[in-house]
C-alpha cells in the first residue's frame, strides 16, 4: 500500500477571531477556513492522506522544520496578513517546493509571499465583492484536477476575481470563471517551479461558505492528488552541476564507442 500523502492546511486565521468578521466566520466556518478545508480532505480522500493545519500565530506560523519536513502538500490560504508571514518562513516553504513539495495557493493566496516569489511577478488583479454569482468552467476535462467536477461549478456568492491577472503564463490553464458583470478570471492555473508542482485556485473568501461546496472540496482533493512528489522525491532542489564536455569519436559519444 502506498504511503498516505502528507497534507499541511495553511490559514492565516485572523477573520475567525477579528472583531469585525468573528460573528459571521463562527457561522460559516466554526473551525476555521483552514479547518473546513481540512475537513473536506479527510472525508473524500480518507486514508491515502493524513492532514493537519497550521496558522500564522502558532510559533514558525506552525511551518516548523519538523512540519516542513513531513509535509508532501501546503495548501495556504492568506489576506489580510501577508506582511506579517515571516520571510525566513517563507524562505523554507520555497526551498521545500523546489525539493518537490506541492503547493496549493487559494484566493487571496495571490498576494502571498510565497506565491508571489514562485510565481516572480506582482500577482495582481482587479476585484469586486458584491456576492457575484460564479461559474467555474473546466477548459481541460482531461486534466486530473478537474476530474468529477460539473461543468460549470455554480458558486451562488462569491467575491468577483477578474483580469487582468498579473501572473506567468500557467503550464496548464484548467479552469476559467465567469461572473455577472462579464468578467471573466483564470481562476484555476498550474505551473512547475523546481521539482515542485503548484496549483493556484481562486474560489474561496472568508465571508461566503466557499469551502463547504463539494465540487470545490472535489477540485481540492483532486489537486491533492495531483500536487503530491513524485515518487523517490529527496526534496532537495536541483543542484548546480559543472560538467565536463562529452567527447565523440568518429560522430559518436566516447562512452558508446567504448
Given at each position: 500500500?502506498?504511503?498516505?500523502?502528507?497534507?499541511?492546511?495553511?490559514?492565516e486565521?485572523?477573520?475567525?477571531h477579528?472583531?469585525?468578521?468573528?460573528?459571521?466566520?463562527?457561522?460559516?466556518?466554526?473551525?476555521?477556513?483552514?479547518?473546513?478545508?481540512?475537513?473536506?480532505?479527510?472525508?473524500?480522500?480518507?486514508?491515502?492522506?493524513?492532514?493537519?493545519?497550521?496558522?500564522?500565530?502558532?510559533?514558525?506560523?506552525?511551518?516548523?522544520e519538523?512540519?516542513?519536513?513531513?509535509?508532501d502538500?501546503?495548501?495556504?490560504?492568506?489576506?489580510a496578513?501577508?506582511?506579517?508571514?515571516?520571510d525566513?518562513?517563507v524562505?523554507?516553504?520555497?526551498?521545500?517546493?523546489?525539493?518537490?513539495?506541492?503547493?496549493?495557493?487559494?484566493h487571496?493566496?495571490?498576494?502571498?509571499?510565497?506565491?508571489?516569489?514562485?510565481?516572480?511577478?506582482g500577482?495582481?488583479?482587479?476585484?469586486?465583492?458584491?456576492?457575484?454569482?460564479?461559474?467555474?468552467?473546466n477548459?481541460?476535462?482531461?486534466?486530473?484536477?478537474s476530474?468529477?467536477?460539473?461543468?460549470?461549478?455554480?458558486?451562488?456568492?462569491?467575491?468577483?476575481?477578474?483580469?487582468?491577472?498579473?501572473i506567468?503564463a500557467?503550464?496548464?490553464?484548467?479552469?476559467?470563471?465567469?461572473?455577472?458583470?462579464?468578467?471573466?478570471?483564470?481562476?484555476?492555473?498550474?505551473?512547475?517551479?523546481?521539482?515542485?508542482?503548484?496549483?493556484?485556485?481562486?474560489?474561496?473568501?472568508?465571508?461566503?461558505?466557499?469551502?463547504?461546496?463539494?465540487?470545490?472540496?472535489?477540485?481540492?482533493?483532486?489537486?491533492?492528488?495531483?500536487?503530491?512528489?513524485?515518487?523517490?522525491?529527496?526534496?532537495a532542489?536541483?543542484?548546480?552541476?559543472?560538467?565536463?564536455?562529452?567527447?565523440?569519436?568518429?560522430?559518436?559519444?566516447a562512452?558508446?564507442?567504448?
Open positions: 500500500m502506498n504511503s498516505p500523502i502528507r497534507v499541511t492546511v495553511w490559514g486565521n485572523f477573520h475567525e477579528s472583531e469585525r468578521d468573528q460573528a459571521g466566520m463562527a457561522e460559516r466556518y466554526p473551525d476555521g477556513m483552514h479547518g473546513a478545508i481540512a475537513s473536506g480532505l479527510r472525508s473524500l480522500l480518507g486514508d491515502q492522506v493524513e492532514v493537519r493545519t497550521a496558522t500564522l500565530d502558532q510559533p514558525e506560523h506552525g511551518l516548523t519538523e512540519v516542513l519536513g513531513s509535509t502538500v501546503l495548501t495556504w490560504w492568506g489576506h496578513r501577508h506582511a506579517d508571514v515571516d525566513a518562513v524562505a523554507k516553504v520555497h526551498e521545500r517546493v523546489l525539493g518537490g513539495m506541492g503547493l496549493l495557493a487559494l487571496s493566496a495571490h498576494f502571498s509571499k510565497i506565491f508571489k516569489r514562485l510565481m516572480g511577478t500577482c495582481t488583479l482587479a476585484w469586486r465583492n458584491s456576492a457575484d454569482t460564479e461559474l467555474v468552467w477548459v481541460s476535462p482531461s486534466h486530473p484536477i476530474q468529477g467536477v460539473p461543468q460549470p461549478i455554480v458558486i451562488p456568492e462569491q467575491e468577483m476575481y477578474g483580469e487582468f491577472f498579473d506567468p500557467p503550464d496548464e490553464q484548467v479552469f476559467l470563471s465567469t461572473f455577472s458583470g462579464g468578467e471573466v478570471f483564470r481562476s484555476g492555473c498550474t505551473w512547475r517551479r523546481g521539482l515542485g508542482k503548484v496549483f493556484y485556485f481562486s474560489p474561496g473568501d472568508q465571508e461566503y461558505p466557499v469551502y463547504h461546496h463539494p465540487d470545490i472540496q472535489r477540485v481540492l482533493a483532486n489537486a491533492v492528488l495531483w500536487a503530491r512528489p513524485d515518487e523517490g522525491t529527496d526534496f532542489p536541483p543542484p548546480v552541476v559543472n560538467m565536463a564536455p562529452p567527447m565523440f569519436v568518429g560522430g559518436k559519444l562512452e558508446d564507442v567504448a
